[in-house]
């Protein structure tokens, strides 16, 4: 199989590159990424790994650097979309720059796969579409109500991908992801989750940052989970019209519950523009593509404390 990869070296990305190889080392792998936030050494080590160092918002139709790229993908199964400018708060600040990559960006690679024939386009979307709902747990049918520009950014790239299931006959399948946390997850900067967080102020010897009370709520996923879901997402024949997935573990802990598990000291900062809770319905992605969550957060960060300690 041939399979390009976009945000190859980030965290989720990663995950799924050692995953396609573990499962089928012969696979043919396509990474494109900017390493503006992913790393080189993040990437599995083999021959199979073609790394195009590129910033997907300038692939535009009309470059050389573009057509360099179309060369090199022509004849993939399928595109698994999950480069991005990630979180809340850096996309109310450079909404622009957000936008250039998270929409032009995915409309850039809708358009090559469009023109070299690539079938099928795996979409990484998120929870945060969501916006502050009060469904829960929330299925894919319910309002959406952005409260941020990477928010509103992700929608419209699932809306690009339905468009272009109906009007070019691509395959496109978008899957919202909950809070995702693992190995290899961001532990400092931009892209850096909650769980992440914690991890860099344990190694630090730094309280606990918690924004607000504490209390509010996460549905927190497997990043191999995750992986798998994308993987079934290209096998599955149920899906292909621009369906829209959700990819959580169905329960939520609250954030103190978490940082409860890594351990006083905790610092409370004022509350961040951000939804009180998330909680997936998975019956969705049950259906379509025969997947179900084996991820135990709890039980993930005690073992990561044990083996930090030891």
């Known amino acids: 199989m041939k399979y390009v990869v976009t945000g190859g070296a980030g965290f989720i990305g990663s995950a799924f590159i050692d995953e396609v190889l573990k499962q089928d080392k012969d696979s043919n792998v396509i990474c494109i990424d900017d390493f503006s936030s992913g790393f080189a050494k993040n990437i599995p080590a083999s021959f199979n790994v073609n790394i195009i160092n590129v910033d997907i918002s300038t692939l535009t139709s009309d470059n050389e650097i573009t057509n360099n790229v179309k060369k090199e993908v022509e004849g993939a199964d399928c595109m698994f979309h999950f480069a991005a400018k990630a979180r809340v708060q850096p996309s109310i600040e450079n909404p622009i720059e957000f936008n250039d990559t998270n929409v032009g960006g995915t409309l850039n690679l809708l358009e090559i796969c469009r023109q070299v024939g690539i079938k099928r386009f795996v979409f990484s979307s998120s929870s945060s579409v969501y916006g502050d709902t009060t469904t829960f747990p929330t299925p894919e049918t319910a309002p959406t109500g952005p409260l941020s520009p990477y928010g509103l950014q992700k929608l419209i790239g699932e809306e690009y991908c339905q468009l272009y299931s109906k009007i070019h006959d691509i395959e496109t399948i978008c899957l919202r992801y909950f809070n995702v946390y693992g190995e290899n997850a961001p532990t400092e900067g931009a892209y850096c989750l909650v769980i992440g967080a914690?991890?860099?102020?344990?190694?630090?010897?730094?309280?606990?940052?918690?924004?607000?009370?504490?209390?509010?709520?996460?549905?927190?996923?497997?990043?191999?989970?995750v992986v798998r879901a994308n993987l079934l997402a290209a096998q599955s024949d149920k899906v292909g019209s621009g369906e829209v997935i959700n990819v959580g573990n169905g329960d939520s802990r609250s954030v103190q519950q978490i940082a409860?598990?890594?351990?006083?000291?905790f610092e409370y900062l004022p509350a961040r523009l951000e939804p009180f809770e998330t909680l997936a319905n998975i019956d969705k992605a049950k259906e379509l593509l025969g997947w179900s969550p084996t991820g135990d957060v709890e039980k993930w960060v005690a073992d990561y404390l044990d083996s930090s300690n030891g």
Do not use: A
């Open 260 to 265: 409860n598990i890594f351990g006083e000291p």
């Open 198 to 225: 914690f991890m860099c102020c344990k190694s630090e010897g730094r309280p606990l940052t918690i924004y607000g009370t504490g209390e509010q709520r996460r549905d927190f996923t497997y990043v191999k989970d």
